[in-house]
Each structure stands twice: as C-alpha cells, then as structure tokens.
C-alpha cells in the first residue's frame, strides 16, 4: 500500500503564491518509478487536472489553465512532491490532491483514472 500526504495549504489573496507538498510512504513504493501527479477539485466541479511527472515516460504535463503560473518538482530523497502555485487566482480556489500510480501510460496522465492511491487533499482558498 502507498500513503500520501498533502500540506501547504491555507489562505491567500490573489496574487500571492502557495508551495503544496506531497509526501509519499508505504512498502514497495518507488518514489523514481512511480508517476506522481495534483489534481484540484473546486465547489459543484468535477475534479481538475493540474500536473503531472511520470520520469518512466519522461513527461511533465501541465494544464493550460495554470501554465506559466504553476510548477511541479520532486525531491527524491525525502519522497515528497511539490506544487509551487504562484500568481494565485480566485478561480484556484480547490482542494487539492496528490495521486500517484506505478502503472500510468502517457495516455492516462492526465485523467483522475489513470492514477490509484489518493491523499486526503489540501484547501487552497484565494482572496480577491
């Protein structure tokens, strides 16, 4: 089983930057094998590709709707992900979610069904 956990959360108002973390555990998880992503859920939404690294297919998606704003990295040593979000917007607002999967194809990145271990999700809420 692998657990996640998201932090990094909290309020802002817009303009401002956020880091979220993801830190990943559990027994025969590989940290540099395993594809890692964030996905972000706002109020009476479906839930919203936000990016993605999968260095077994060397891909780093990112959505248009925070590209040039958002960036993704991981730091191996200590299995955590990070989400640098800046310039935040009001329509950022969302729990956020970090997934992660052993078996994600390039096709899958992208969608909520490609990914099968799930934290329990971070509030991100921006100010105007």
């Known amino acids: 089983q692998v657990q996640l956990v998201e932090s990094g959360g909290g309020l802002v108002q817009a303009g401002e930057s956020l880091r979220l973390s993801c830190t990943a555990s559990g027994s025969g998880f590989s940290f540099t094998r395993y594809a890692m992503a964030w996905f972000r859920q706002a109020p009476g939404k479906g839930r919203e590709f936000v990016a993605a690294?999968?260095?077994?297919?060397?891909?780093?998606p990112i959505a248009d709707s925070v590209k040039g704003r958002f960036s993704i990295s991981r730091d191996n040593a200590k299995n955590t992900m990070f989400l640098q979000m800046n310039n935040l917007k009001p329509e950022d607002t969302a729990i956020y979610y970090c997934?992660?999967?052993?078996?994600?194809?390039?096709?899958?990145?992208?969608?909520?069904?490609?990914?099968?271990?799930w934290g329990q999700g971070t509030q991100v809420t921006v100010s105007s």
């Open positions: 690294i999968s260095r077994r297919t060397g891909s780093e």
């Open positions: 997934a992660t999967s052993a078996g994600v194809i390039m096709s899958q990145l992208r969608s909520h069904s490609g990914y099968n271990y």
